[in-house]
Every structure is written in structure tokens, then in C-alpha cells.
């Protein structure tokens, strides 16, 4: 393995809405766990985002389609708990 491969040590669930939970939220629809294993599978170094908000705007999935995302919030208080937040 690559001395760029970084591992979580540990993961837990998300409890409550915030902007890091709304990132991640949109990561994890795209089958990534976080937007550093997004950076180190695509070999991107930035992530297009909204300005105004600084949310992801457009992932690659792993099949090389798209997934284009709204300026405005996506993950709804009913999906919170299904985010996970991994600690390196």
C-alpha cells in the first residue's frame, strides 16, 4: 500500500445536522466514505463546490458516472443518523 493510503481508526454515527454532516452526507451517496479517500481513489486534488454555500456540488462514483448536487441543504434530519464520521 501507498504511504498516501490513510485508514480510520475509529467511526461513529452522526446525530445531528451540520455543514461537515451535509459534506459527508453527499460523499457517502457517491460510495465514498469521506472526501479524503474521494481524493485519493479519483487522484483529484480539489472537489468542486458551491461558493456560496462551500457543499459538494459534483462527485464521480467509482462507475464513472456523476452526481450533481443542490446549493441548498440534502440531508434531511431523517438521514442524519445513516452518515458516518470516521476519525483518522
Same mark, same amino acid.
Given at each position: 500500500?501507498?504511504? +498516501? $493510503? !490513510?485508514?480510520?481508526? +475509529? *467511526? +461513529?454515527?452522526?446525530?445531528?445536522? +451540520?455543514?461537515? *454532516?451535509?459534506? &459527508?452526507?453527499?460523499? /457517502? #451517496? ?5 472526501? *479524503?479517500?474521494? =481524493? #485519493? !481513489?479519483? #487522484? %483529484?486534488?480539489? %472537489?468542486?463546490?458551491?461558493?456560496? @454555500?462551500?457543499? !459538494?456540488?459534483? &462527485? /464521480?462514483?467509482?462507475?464513472? @458516472?456523476?452526481?450533481?448536487?443542490? =446549493? /441548498?441543504?440534502?440531508?434531511? $434530519?431523517?438521514? %442524519?443518523?445513516? %452518515?458516518? !464520521?470516521?476519525?483518522?
Amino acid at each position: 500500500m501507498a504511504s +498516501s $493510503d !490513510v485508514k480510520p481508526k +475509529s *467511526i +461513529s454515527r452522526a446525530k445531528k445536522w +451540520s455543514e461537515e *454532516i451535509e459534506n &459527508l452526507y453527499r460523499f /457517502q #451517496q457517491a460510495g465514498y466514505r469521506d472526501e *479524503i479517500e474521494y =481524493k #485519493q !481513489v479519483k #487522484q %483529484v486534488s480539489m %472537489v468542486d463546490r458551491w461558493p456560496e @454555500t462551500g457543499y !459538494v456540488k459534483k &462527485l /464521480q462514483r467509482r462507475d464513472n @458516472t456523476f452526481y450533481y448536487y443542490n =446549493k /441548498q441543504r440534502e440531508c434531511d $434530519d431523517k438521514e %442524519v443518523h445513516k %452518515v458516518k !464520521v470516521y476519525a483518522y
